[in-house]
């Protein structure tokens, strides 16, 4: 049974950093692209980053552009993204998900956590 679990959220203030973590099971790890997407209450979800096997070629969101960060640790099965200079606007629940393709096409992935709530207040 394949599982990833999101950490890390919480509620910080505009300016703050956060990292976000997901830990994963079930899953040849290595083999897999792995993202982060958000969804704001209202909104449709939004890619923010992924990041390939072997850790090349992270790309990212328009809006999280030079702030946000993404990694791996297949030795941990896990991978992160590092959130710097938050904004209110990044407000949202934030899923990693994993997908054996190269990309996320129409945001579809074959797994997706549950999901952890990141704050940012003004």
């Known amino acids: 049974q394949v599982q990833l679990v999101e950490s890390g959220g919480g509620l910080v203030q505009a300016g703050d950093s956060l990292r976000l973590s997901c830990a994963a099971s079930?899953?040849?790890?290595?083999?897999?692209?792995l993202g982060w997407f958000r969804q704001a209450p209202g909104k449709e979800r939004q890619f923010v980053a992924r990041?390939?096997?072997?850790?090349?070629?992270?790309s990212y969101g328009d809006s999280v552009k030079g702030r946000f960060a993404i990694s791996r640790d297949d030795a941990e099965n896990t991978v992160y993204l590092q959130m710097n200079s938050l904004k209110p606007e990044d407000t949202a629940v934030y899923y990693c998900?994993?997908?054996?393709?190269?990309?996320?096409?129409?945001?579809?992935?074959?797994?997706w956590g549950q999901g952890t709530q990141v704050t940012v207040s003004s």
């Open positions: 998900a994993a997908t054996r393709m190269l990309i996320f096409p129409g945001s579809r992935a074959e797994y």
């Open positions: 079930g899953l040849t790890f290595s083999s897999y692209t």
């Open positions: 990041i390939s096997r072997g850790g090349g070629s992270p």
